[in-house]
């Protein structure tokens, strides 16, 4: 890899190695969050206030739990497939795959956490304020995480 770096030219395995090393980089952020979710979530039933929610509200817990669950079978995967696909010459084939991955884990991750606030919102509050607050929530995340990374990758497009 040395060589590929001193003559500024990477390999396409270089390359993928490289782009592998950032996913799970990024993947290790996210992960530790879907975690603590999830984590939060699986203990709710448990407790003593989980019997008064109306039907609403535990859809809405399903919904989160879910979606946390998918999050995290998303966020683990490439490292998962890389353990198994360790020395097959197929890294390129992991790094977009792990890519769709990280991109669907954040979806399932925004579903997620937008369910879980607007649960909690709904308990404390009137179902207006969970309504607001959980829009205001799904809508951050997906203009941070989705639409502002899409105009960024258009406008460079375009130069």
């Given amino acids: ?13 270089e390359r993928a ?18 975690q603590v979710l999830f984590a939060f979530l699986l203990t709710v039933p448990f407790s003593e206030g989980f019997v008064r929610l109306g039907d609403l509200d535990r859809r809405l817990y399903y919904v ?48 997620a956490m937008t369910a879980a606030t607007m649960l909690v919102v709904d308990y404390l509050f009137d179902g207006t304020v969970a309504i607001i607050t959980a829009g205001v929530v799904a809508l951050l995340a997906l203009w941070a995480w989705f639409v502002q990374p899409a105009l960024d990758r258009a406008n460079s497009a375009e130069d």
């Fill in 64 to 111: 989160a739990l879910v979606s946390a669950a998918i999050a995290s079978i998303l966020y683990i995967a490439p490292a998962t497939q890389h353990r198994v696909l360790f020395r097959q010459g197929m890294k390129e084939t992991l790094v977009r795959r792990s890519n769709l991955y990280g991109i669907a884990g954040a979806l399932a991750l925004a579903v």
């Fill in 1 to 13: 890899m040395e060589q590929g770096l001193e003559s500024g030219k990477e390999s396409h395995g």
């Fill in 17 to 34: 190695d490289r782009n592998f090393v950032e996913l799970l980089q990024g993947a290790r952020v996210a992960v530790t969050g879907v």
